[in-house]
Structure formats: C-alpha cells, structure tokens
C-alpha cells in the first residue's frame, strides 16, 4: 500500500482566487491521478500527472483550469484556478506503482467550498 | 473510452444477509477491476480487486466474480453488518490507458441492525 497525505484537508475560498492542492507520497510510485468528487457523485479522472512533462488532461478538464505539477516520484500538486462554486467538490489524489501492479490508492481528499 | 455502469444506485438490506452490486463496462481491454469502499468524509478505500484472467476471488464476507466474456463483474458481501454501510464503487482500469482507474456512478449500502 501507499500512505498519501493530502493538503489542505478542507478550504472554503473565494469566487476569482486559486486554490493550490498538494499531495505527497511515502513512497516513489509510477503513477499519479488527481480526481474530483462533485457532492453525492462518483469521481471524475481530472488529469494523470506525468512526472517531468506535462500532464495528460481528461476530456472537459484543460490544463489552464486545473494545471498540474509533478516535480518528482513523490510529490504533486493540482491547483484550481479562477474558482468559482461550481468547483466545489472533494479533489483526491491516486497514485499507482504501475508496472502492471495497478492497485490505486487514494488520499483523504480535498473538501473545497467556493463562495 | 471506458464506461463503467452500477446497479442499484441504493441498496438496503437486513444485517446478517447479503447484498449484491452489479457492474458492468465497455471496453474490452480493461484488464483489472477493482472494488472501492468510501465512508463518508473519507477517500475510497480499495476492498478488494480481481484481474480478467480470474472468474471469481473471494476474502472472507466479500466476494467478486467477472464474466469477461459479457463485461460483467459483481460484489457479494455475505453475513452483512452495520459496519459494512457505506457507497461501494465499482471501477475499471487497463495497462493500455495507463492505469487509469475508471469509476462506477456508486451504490449508496445500508445494513439495517
């Protein structure tokens, strides 16, 4: 398994600002998903951060909304630009150690509130 | 891509029996089909998985069982206890779309005491 911390745990923001996610990993995996939970729904796949490059964006998610960063195998951070309360929902970070071991674990989760 | 269907959206059952989640999905090549549990305020939390080249696992009260042939998969949670409510999501995944892990729509447990 993969112990994932994410920060901040909950934020209530303001329509117009950003909000930056981090989320870290106790060990170097393969892979890393950002996912978002509208309230009462299953999760979206927003994007797979892409260690080195850029990330690879689902449909209907672009990079300039949601970019994504992902500095090294441990570490990455989706930040939600130019919020409004439509982006109200729980954001979660996935990782993978891939290498066809493609048990995916999730962090608590991102509970973000725009006002 | 992949679509993952689940059914019952709700389900409610008497503590002490069994309740059952159907899932299915469209693409062919998914490979790994895992099983999420999510309690409320809390990240999905893998339960159990099963990979296409098996028919059924099982885990002490759950069990899953994959008809690949018609892209069915299943839960089965026996001996049902208060502790097992919570939203059960159904997912697949395929080493060609790199792991990405597809979710179901979710269904809402309840165990009755």
């Known amino acids: 398994s993969a112990v994932i911390s994410q920060k901040p745990s909950r934020d209530i923001c303001q329509r117009g600002t950003s909000l930056t996610i981090q989320c870290q990993v106790d060990?170097?995996?393969?892979?890393m998903f950002w996912y978002r939970q509208q309230p009462g729904q299953s999760l979206t796949l927003i994007a797979t951060?892409?260690?080195?490059?850029?990330?690879?964006?689902e449909s209907g998610f672009v990079i300039d909304k949601f970019p994504i960063s992902r500095p090294n195998l441990t570490f990455s951070t989706l930040t939600v630009s130019n919020m409004s309360p439509e982006d109200s929902s729980i954001y979660l970070c996935?990782?993978?150690?891939?290498?066809?071991?493609?048990?995916?674990?999730f962090g608590q989760g991102t509970r973000l509130t725009v006002v | 891509g992949e679509n993952v269907e689940q059914h019952p959206s709700t389900l409610s059952v008497q503590e002490g029996d069994s309740a059952v989640i159907k899932c299915t999905y469209s693409?062919?090549?998914?490979?790994?089909f895992p099983w999420y549990k999510q309690e409320l305020g809390k990240g999905p939390q893998l339960i159990i998985d099963?990979?296409?080249?098996?028919g059924e696992k099982k885990d002490q009260r759950i069990a899953v069982t994959l008809n690949k042939t018609a892209k069915h998969f299943s839960l089965h949670i026996t001996e049902t206890q208060p502790e097992d409510s919570a939203v059960y999501f159904c997912?697949?995944?395929?080493?060609?779309?790199?792991?990405?892990?597809?979710f179901g729509p979710g269904t809402s447990l309840s165990v009755i005491p």
């Open positions: 996935s990782v993978s150690r891939g290498n066809r071991n493609t048990e995916a674990f």
């Open positions: 060990s170097q995996v393969t892979m």
């Open positions: 951060a892409n260690q080195g490059s850029e990330a690879t964006y």
């Open positions: 693409d062919s090549a998914s490979n790994y």
């Open positions: 099963i990979r296409s080249n098996v």
């Open positions: 997912a697949a995944s395929s080493i060609t779309s790199y792991d990405k892990v597809i």
